[in-house]
C-alpha cells in the first residue's frame, strides 16, 4: 500500500457536484424504499479514486468508502435488473428536466431530471429533484480483486460519517 492516503474533502455530496463525480464499477449491496419521504436509497461501495499500476503491479488499486446514495422526491421508478452475481453500476446520467408534479410542497428545487443508472446488469430509471451521496468511512485502499464489499459484510442505508 502506498504511503499517501486519499484525501476526503466532504461527506455529503449532491447532485451539485454530479459533473464531478464517477460511478463505474460502484457496486450495489442493497436498495432501500422510503415512501414516506417519497426516496430511494442505494447502499453502495463507492470509489473515490483508480491507482495506476506501479511497474511491478498488475492491478490497478481502488480509493473506496461504503456510502448511502439518497435520490429525493423520486417518482415513475423502474428497476429492470437481472444481479445473478451482484450489481455493478456502469453509469449514471440525468437527462429531461422538468418541473416537479408537486413543485408546490419543494423549497428550493425548481426541476426534476430523468435519472438513468446504467448497471452492467440492467438498469434503473426514476424522476427526482437529485440525490445525495453520504460517505460512511474514510476510504481505503484495495486492489480491484478485492474489493470493500467482502470487509464489510453489512448492508446499512446509514447516512452517518464515522471516522476510524
Avoid at 486519499?6 to 463505474?24: A, G
Avoid at 495506476?52 to 492491478?59: F, G, R
Avoid at 443508472?117 to 478485492?146: A, H, Q, W
Wanted: net charge negative; hydrophobic share 35%; with cysteine.
Amino acid at each position: 500500500m502506498r504511503d499517501n492516503k486519499f484525501k476526503l474533502n466532504k461527506t455529503v455530496f449532491t447532485d451539485e457536484d454530479f459533473d464531478n463525480m464517477k460511478w463505474h464499477d460502484c457496486r450495489i449491496h442493497s436498495i432501500g424504499f422510503y415512501p414516506d419521504e417519497y426516496e430511494v436509497a442505494f447502499d453502495i461501495d463507492y470509489i473515490f479514486e483508480w491507482e495506476k499500476p506501479e511497474s511491478n503491479e498488475t492491478h490497478f488499486k481502488l480509493w473506496i468508502s461504503p456510502a448511502t446514495l439518497v435520490f429525493h422526491n423520486i417518482n415513475d421508478l423502474e428497476i429492470s435488473v437481472e444481479p445473478s452475481r451482484g450489481l455493478n453500476v456502469d453509469f449514471l446520467e440525468r437527462t429531461d428536466p422538468r418541473e416537479p408534479k408537486n413543485l408546490k410542497y419543494l423549497q428550493q428545487k425548481k426541476h426534476e431530471w430523468l435519472w438513468k443508472m446504467g448497471c452492467m446488469e440492467g438498469e434503473i430509471k426514476m424522476y427526482s429533484v437529485g440525490y445525495s451521496l453520504f460517505v460512511r468511512r474514510p476510504p481505503k485502499l484495495f486492489t480491484n480483486d478485492s474489493p470493500l464489499g467482502t470487509e464489510r459484510r453489512i448492508i446499512s442505508f446509514d447516512r452517518e460519517f464515522a471516522a476510524e
